[in-house]
């Protein structure tokens, strides 16, 4: 593995930007936008929700990755204008977002809560918000948005008739009938089924890849891994790491991994295992009876295990990750040394 | 004003159950003056005190609280605001469209059942429904900016609202005379006192302070609240 401390808390230093997308936008009418936080926090009374964070985000798509209440949400409203930072600047392309109304030209939102109108139909809400951009045919956009997203065979149908999915594609419409250069999306895919999932992924990796800056928050690393071409990484309202998912896999996988063994004799199997370098603690849990090991080297100490049990004559009865959940791999990544690292790949 | 907002939010409003209310409390009145009519004849006593503390000191409040906060502040609990934000419309823009439904939904439900009510009772004499009419129109309008106001400051305007009508113009109007100049009925009773040539209204204040306070209270209260919806956070909405 290899990190290197990034700018992201180094205000002198360039924040990295996710790469451009590989084909050029159709027909080039997608104007891009680079958001760019710097140094941006915002505190709760005494309680701090995003802390001393920079980062910059261009053209394609980037996830915003992080457990449950580790600030993503209020990095999204912060980029989308509805939260103050309490200290630094949110800006969209060197413009503050915060009580700037002309902003939302080029800002298309998808919020998490599922509020809409429900009395109205798909079409007249989306019709609605066109023509609250004041479009110049505000008909044609709205119908547009609305193929996009796949939603002409519901428009007609009061939106509070709609499954889960289909009101996240009608919200998707909504944010997305004047085109705008920056489109975020606050955790899309809560409460939708498999299809719903595959086929937002999809409409997102087009979105990127026309050159729009998407940018969405998941708890989930699979989720992110499989539309996001960046992942920035928070963690208790810190900016953990950045970089793409392969890297960011890496980091998670090369932290120290806790794990509970039980054998036929967990007392040798301990003085094999101490002479390799790939553990850097071996305990014998004569109360439970078993063997906890602490290893650094996750591949070596994976390939040597078996490897060991077999020369010492030792049987391994059960194998067990002691620290598998994303919390703890969040809360290794939070427990480095540097807030927040660029992941070089 | 924006046309678009303004059909978003009556739909909004006009949707809900609560809605009902719009329509009973006038349908209740109407009833009642056509009772007063069939019972006891043209321009009976009971006439303008019932115009006096049903229609202006009970129904203009309510549907003021209704319509004022009910404009704004179920959008805002709901989450639903923020597909009027998320646009490039200046906020004070929504909050006057807000406001200008509000009031056109109290003129409607509010002071014209209040004005066929003066005149089903009172025919045209002393100009008794226009009088009544006309302070349930300036009533609605202040009672919808400051009801629209709280519903934007706080997400308990119903409580404060009704706190205002109730405990203050009501109970603590009646004792504390000095409360009465910051009550919005006083104001439109003053105007009633000045239209109804023969009223039983005892006026505690001129028509001219009594419109000025209004006006002041009505700007300043859109005022503050397109401010306050400029920095409204999304986490406080939702």
Same mark, same amino acid.
Request: net charge positive; aromatic share 6%; hydrophobic share 50%.
């Given at each position: ?61 980037? %996830?915003?990755?992080?457990?449950? %209440? ?47 109108? /429900? ?27 609305? /193929? ?19 009101? $996240? ?32 992924? /999809?409409?997102?990796?087009?979105? %990127?890849? $026309?050159?729009?800056?998407? @940018? ?43 794990? @509970? ?15 390799? %370098? ?55 990544? @939070? ?11 | 004003?924006?046309?678009?907002? =303004? ?32 019972? =006891? ?198």
């Amino acid at each position: 593995m290899s990190t290197t401390p990034r700018g992201a808390m180094e205000p002198t230093g360039p924040a990295p930007v996710s790469p451009p997308p590989a084909a050029p936008p159709p027909g080039g009418t997608v104007t891009r936008g680079v958001v760019r936080l710097d140094r941006v926090s915002r505190w709760y009374g005494n309680v701090v929700a995003v802390n001393d964070v920079t980062m910059t985000l261009g053209p394609g798509v980037t %996830g915003l990755l992080g457990p449950n %209440g580790a600030g993503k949400s209020t990095l999204i409203h912060l980029m989308a204008g509805f939260l103050a930072p309490s200290a630094g600047t949110v800006t969209l392309d060197g413009v503050p977002v915060w009580h700037n109304h002309l902003a939302y030209r080029r800002i298309g939102l998808v919020p998490e809560s599922d509020g809409t109108y /429900d009395g109205l139909t798909g079409w007249q809400f989306v019709l609605a918000n066109a023509k609250l951009h004041r479009l110049p045919d505000p008909e044609g956009a709205a119908r547009k948005a609305i /193929d996009t997203v796949d939603m002409a065979h519901a428009q007609h149908r009061r939106i509070g008739t709609y499954s889960k999915g289909m009101k $996240q594609r009608i919200k998707m419409a909504t944010a997305l009938v004047h085109e705008p250069a920056v489109l975020l999306l606050d955790e899309p895919f809560n409460g939708m089924d498999p299809r719903q999932r595959l086929h937002l992924a /999809d409409l997102l990796r087009a979105m %990127g890849a $026309q050159g729009r800056t998407v @940018v969405f928050s998941s708890h989930i690393l699979e989720e992110v891994e499989q539309i996001a071409t960046q992942i920035e990484v928070v963690v208790a309202g810190r900016h953990a790491a950045s970089g793409d998912f392969r890297a960011i896999r890496r980091l998670m996988v090369d932290r120290p991994h806790r794990y @509970v063994i039980r054998s036929s004799d967990d007392r040798k199997l301990a003085a094999w295992l101490i002479t390799d %370098g790939s553990s850097t603690g071996v305990e014998v849990d004569q109360q439970e009876g078993c063997l906890r090991v602490q290893a650094v080297d996750v591949p070596r100490f994976t390939w040597l295990l078996p490897q060991v049990a077999r020369d010492a004559g030792v049987r391994l009865y059960d194998v067990t990750p002691a620290d598998e959940s994303l919390e703890s791999v969040f809360s290794y990544l @939070v427990a480095r040394p540097g807030p927040a690292r660029e992941v070089a790949t | 004003m924006n046309l678009t907002i =303004a059909r978003l939010t009556t739909s909004a409003l006009l949707g809900r159950r609560r809605a009902l209310l719009l329509v009973i409390l006038p349908a209740t009145l109407l009833g009642l003056a056509i009772l007063v009519r069939v019972v =006891a004849g043209p321009d009976a006593p009971v006439g303008q005190p019932l115009l006096h503390l049903l229609a202006i000191g009970t129904m203009v409040p309510l549907l003021g609280l209704i319509a004022g906060a009910g404009v704004i502040g179920s959008e805002i609990d709901e989450g639903s605001i923020i597909y009027l934000l998320a646009k490039p419309v200046p906020r004070s823009v929504i909050v006057v469209t807000k406001l200008a439904v509000a009031v056109v939904c109290l003129l409607t439900f509010a002071a014209l059942p209040t004005f066929v009510a003066g005149v089903i009772m009172s025919g045209r004499a002393g100009d008794v429904a226009i009088g009544f009419g006309l302070g349930a129109a300036l009533a609605g309008v202040g009672y919808a900016a400051v009801f629209l106001l709280l519903a934007v400051v706080t997400r308990h305007a119903v409580v404060f609202g009704l706190a205002y009508a109730l405990i203050w113009e009501s109970f603590v109007g009646g004792f504390v005379p000095r409360a009465q100049m910051l009550s919005i009925q006083q104001w439109a009773l003053a105007v009633v006192d000045k239209v109804v040539r023969q009223d039983e209204i005892e006026a505690v204040m001129g028509v001219f302070p009594a419109l000025l306070l209004l006006v002041v209270v009505t700007v300043v209260a859109t005022c503050a609240a397109g401010l306050r919806l400029r920095s409204l956070s999304l986490t406080e909405s939702l």
